[in-house]
Antibody
Framework: QITLKESGPTLVKPTQTLTLTCTFS??????????VGWIRQPPGKALEWLAL???????HFSPSLKSRLTITKDTSKNQVVLTMTNMDPVDTATYYC???????????????WGQGTMVTVSS | EFVLTQSPGTLSLSPGERATLFCRVS???????LAWYQQKPGQAPRLLIY???ARATGIPDRFSGSGSGTDFILTISRLEPEDFAVYYC?????????FGQGTKVEIK
């Protein structure tokens, strides 16, 4: 069974750096074609893709947030870590991690999602 | 960047009715890389359709996807009470990946 779970602070202050961890099981980020992505959703708003890291270390970022984002993987711990610098109240959202397998048949759709973690940015 | 525009914003229907949701993409996208997700309040999105028309594991056959190029459709043939939710389209063939703004299917 494949599961993903996000963890991190629920409250951060403006200008601080957010660090979120996605801990997964049931698959390996050393397997060819496997990727883990991050998506966020402000309260009452739409989904926004943030970043994606693949088994081979290839990284992709949202252009509007690229300067603030870092994504890393720790295959020994089955974790993917997202950091976002210079947090602002507009970054208040539920942050999700999700599995993307670029092999057929899904070819990279976000197949399995974590439950999400709500992050509030406020002083 | 691919911009996805969903319509309508809200669809008010009764159980048993047919729902038709639209997703227009700002430039042609391979149908292999267009997905639909369902999201219920307080829950994570769930993959319904990938490759424009293939149902994900465990998705009932009342859900169907179609379309190509810039215009894609999600159809729910007969709405069940559990289908009232928000639906998002998503293109994943080009980086940056992008989502539509969502269509809410609500009970009339």
């Amino acid at each position: 069974q494949i599961t993903l779970k996000e963890s991190g602070p629920t409250l951060v202050k403006p200008t601080q750096t957010l660090t979120l961890t996605c801990t997964f099981s049931g698959f390996s980020l050393t397997t060819s074609g496997v990727g883990v992505g991050w998506i966020r959703q402000p309260p009452g708003k739409a989904l926004e893709w943030l970043a994606l890291i693949y088994w081979n270390g290839d990284e992709h970022f949202s252009p509007s947030l690229k300067s603030r984002l870092t994504i890393t993987k720790d295959t020994s711990k089955n974790q993917v870590v997202l950091t976002m610098t210079n947090m602002d109240p507009v970054d208040t959202a539920t942050y999700y991690c999700a599995l993307a397998i670029i092999a057929a048949p899904v070819l990279g759709a976000f197949d399995i999602w974590g439950q999400g973690t709500m992050v509030t940015v406020s002083s | 960047e691919f911009v996805l525009t969903q319509s309508p914003g809200t669809l008010s229907l009764s159980p048993g009715e047919r729902a038709t949701l639209f997703c227009r993409v700002s430039q042609s996208v391979s149908s292999s890389y267009l997905a639909w997700y369902q999201q219920k309040p307080g829950q994570a999105p769930r993959l319904l359709i990938y490759g424009a028309s293939a149902r994900a594991t465990g998705i009932p056959d009342r859900f169907s996807g179609s379309g190509s190029g810039t215009d894609f459709i999600l159809t729910i043939s007969r709405l069940e009470p559990e289908d009232f939710a928000v639906y998002y389209c998503h293109q994943y063939g080009s980086s940056p990946r992008t989502f539509g703004q969502g269509t809410k299917v609500e009970i009339k």
